[in-house]
Antibody
């Protein structure tokens, strides 16, 4: 069925950037694309965008356009999320999730990566 | 963006009860609505996709249905392990959106 293992917790200062990684195993990497979803403390789920593993195409949520970059590396079966110009509002758990594109469900979730932005 | 409005925001029910959670889309999303369960401190898990299809290994007490732009998640016979927060999500438009969540507690 597969597994997604994310990188460890991060603490960043306002204005900095963070990169979160997500290593996939147990399935054919190029068959599925990735979405990223975040959850602020005590809040609901927020979709950030998705990235295609086959051609690198991306589709970002409008509110993150210009501030996030999603990429994949098929040679290491790893997906990456970079978020720039961090503020305290970016403090959240970030999840990588298998699934992207029209009509697709989010069927396999990583364990989440805590990102804390604090001066 | 398409808004997904969930109700209720929370509920408390007894073991064995039938529980219904509703999600209303602000525009047509065809059948492309999915439901997720998030247990406390854990990542979400897919329960239902395409409005009514049960994800593999999910207990049959979970079901989904659609009527126009209204979507329903039903738990037929609530179990203690079903406590958590449930989210709907549409994957129809280019900008995906989640409902705000329904917290389910056990009486």
């Amino acid at each position: 069925q597969g597994q997604l293992v994310q990188s460890g917790p991060e603490v960043k200062k306002p204005g900095a950037s963070v990169m979160v990684s997500c290593e996939a195993s147990g399935y054919t990497f190029l068959t599925y694309s990735f979405s990223w979803v975040r959850q602020a403390p005590g809040q609901g789920l927020e979709w950030m965008g998705w990235v295609s593993t086959s051609n690198g195409a991306t589709n970002y949520a409008r509110r993150f356009q210009g501030r996030v970059t999603m990429t994949t590396d098929p040679s290491t079966t790893t997906a990456y999320l970079e978020v720039r110009s961090l503020t305290s509002d970016d403090t959240a758990i970030y999840y990588c999730v298998r699934g992207a594109g029209f009509g697709e469900p989010l069927d396999l979730w990583g364990q989440g990566t805590q990102v804390t932005v604090s001066s | 963006d398409i808004q997904m409005t969930q109700s209720p925001s929370s509920l408390s029910a007894s073991v064995g009860d039938r529980v219904t959670i509703t999600c209303r889309a602000s525009a047509s999303v065809d059948t492309y609505v999915n439901w997720y369960q998030q247990k406390p401190g854990k990542a979400p898990k897919l329960l239902i996709y395409s409005a009514s299809k049960l994800q593999s290994a999910v207990p049959a007490r979970f079901s989904g249905s659609r009527s126009g732009t209204d979507f329903t998640l039903t738990i037929s016979g609530l179990q203690r392990e079903d406590l958590g927060t449930y989210y709907c999500q549409q994957s129809y438009s280019t900008q995906w959106t989640f409902g705000q969540g329904t917290k389910v507690e056990i009486k």
